[in-house]
């Protein structure tokens, strides 16, 4: 499916495909720390489909919890994280766009959660605590 996006003040837009199928959770201590939460959602984007608007800002984590370098690029002004790639010179084979900057995000619910060892133990708790439909009063 088509999926297009924007971070939150705007910068940086992108567009490609991807297959719902693939829209997947990760716990690992990396993604917990670099978005500031619990986990990541992510849903892979083939490189020859993706396009972007605006220049995001990049950090290469060298030491991912995968053991294999990761670059995550993210807006510069506002700090949303756009999406984890290999590093390297142009166009990647496969970005990993994070889905809570995509329009579409109600269609990409998560089909699978990675790194489940090092997910917090409250996360699968979360329907046992009080809701409000709006912020807290
Ligand atoms: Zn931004
Ligand atoms: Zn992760």
């Not at 690029?73 to 510069?76: E, I, L, T």
């Given at each position: 499916m088509k999926i297009t996006g924007a971070c939150h003040c705007g910068a940086i837009t992108i567009e490609g495909e991807a297959d719902p199928e693939k829209v997947s959770i990760c716990h690992c201590t990396d993604c917990q720390t670099g978005t500031g939460s619990a986990f990541r959602v992510s849903v892979p984007v083939p490189g020859d489909t993706f396009t972007m608007t605006g220049e995001p800002t990049s950090y290469l984590k060298t030491t991912a919890d995968s053991g294999h370098p990761r670059l995550q690029?993210?807006?510069?002004k506002c700090g949303s994280p756009?999406?984890?790639t290999t590093p390297?010179?142009?166009r990647q084979a496969s970005y990993m766009v994070r889905v809570g900057?995509?329009?579409e995000r109600d269609q990409l619910a998560p089909k699978r959660q990675n790194w489940y060892r090092s997910a917090r133990a409250w996360v699968t708790g979360l329907g046992a605590l009080p809701k409000n439909?709006?912020?807290?009063q």
């Open positions: 690029a993210f807006c510069g756009i999406y984890s390297g010179e142009g900057i995509l329009r439909q709006k912020q807290a």
